[in-house]
């Protein structure tokens, strides 16, 4: 069974920096392209960041400068790493699986929570 498993939230103060993890299973990790959202507290989910197959990322405007993502296809992990965190980064991180960069996703992970404090 194809699954997605998301860690590293928890609380931490503006400023720091935050690397998420998420572990792929049950599928051809290296095959498919993957991606972050991201649902504030009361909003939508919305995209942080794509990545392809190949490693080349993609940013949404609200992301470009302070998100990375990145993929390690060895161990069928994605990341996505924050830098200078801010308490509006607040909210729960989603690990998706994607057809195409940019497109909707066809499998998400149950999400991690991340809360900014000032």
């Known amino acids: 069974q194809a699954r997605l498993v998301e860690s590293g939230g928890g609380l931490v103060q503006a400023g720091d920096s935050l690397s998420l993890s998420c572990v792929a299973s049950?599928?051809?990790?290296?095959?498919?392209?993957m991606g972050w959202y991201h649902q504030a507290p009361g909003k939508e989910r919305d995209a942080v960041a794509w990545?392809?197959?190949?490693?080349?990322?993609e940013y949404a405007d609200s992301a470009k400068g302070r998100f990375k993502i990145s993929r390690n296809n060895s161990n069928n992990t994605l990341f996505l790493h924050i830098d200078n965190i801010k308490p509006e980064d607040t909210g729960t991180y989603f690990c998706v699986r994607i057809e195409q960069i940019q497109a909707p996703p066809t499998m998400w992970g149950q999400g991690t929570q991340v809360t900014v404090s000032l």
């Open positions: 049950g599928f051809t990790f290296r095959q498919w392209n």
């Open positions: 990545i392809n197959a190949n490693g080349n990322p």
